[in-house]
Nanobody, 122 residues
Framework: VQLAESGGGVVQAGGSLRLSCVAS????????IGWFRQAPGKEREGVSC????????YYVDSVKGRFTISRDNDKNTVYLQMNRLKPEDTAVYYC????????????????WGQGTQVTVSS
């Protein structure tokens, strides 16, 4: 199982980035996929989750209306479109295969990507 994130970078506040997560080594269509982030000195936080079945989505309150998660099962890829970025969005962003979904939130299993750094300057 492998998950590979890309698309991070440095942007000014108000800017946009699109993160990608390419998965391999498992039947992608069968799993929900989530995005988590970890800022320096803070706990890892679940940002968004997209289900395997009906494409339903979850967002943490702090990103609602700014971030959009989507998936392309033909490409084994999940995206996170991030608009109107804020300095507090600065973190390493990880994609994760979900072991299960509870109340829309991805509960991660053992498989994480290596992470991609997002830095938002004020």
């Amino acid at each position: 199982v492998q998950l590979a994130e890309s698309g991070g970078g440095v942007v000014q506040a108000g800017g946009s980035l699109r993160l990608s997560c390419v998965a391999s080594g498992f039947t992608f269509d069968d799993y929900a996929i989530g995005w988590f982030r970890q800022a320096p000195g803070k706990e890892r936080e679940g940002v968004s989750c997209i289900s395997s079945s009906d494409g339903s989505t979850y967002y943490v309150d702090s990103v609602k209306g700014r971030f959009t998660i989507s998936r392309d099962n033909d490409k084994n890829t999940v995206y996170l479109q991030m608009n109107r970025l804020k300095p507090e969005d600065t973190a390493v962003y990880y994609c994760v295969r979900a072991a299960t979904v509870v109340a829309g939130r991805c509960i991660p299993d053992h498989y994480w990507g290596q992470g991609t750094q997002v830095t938002v300057s004020s």
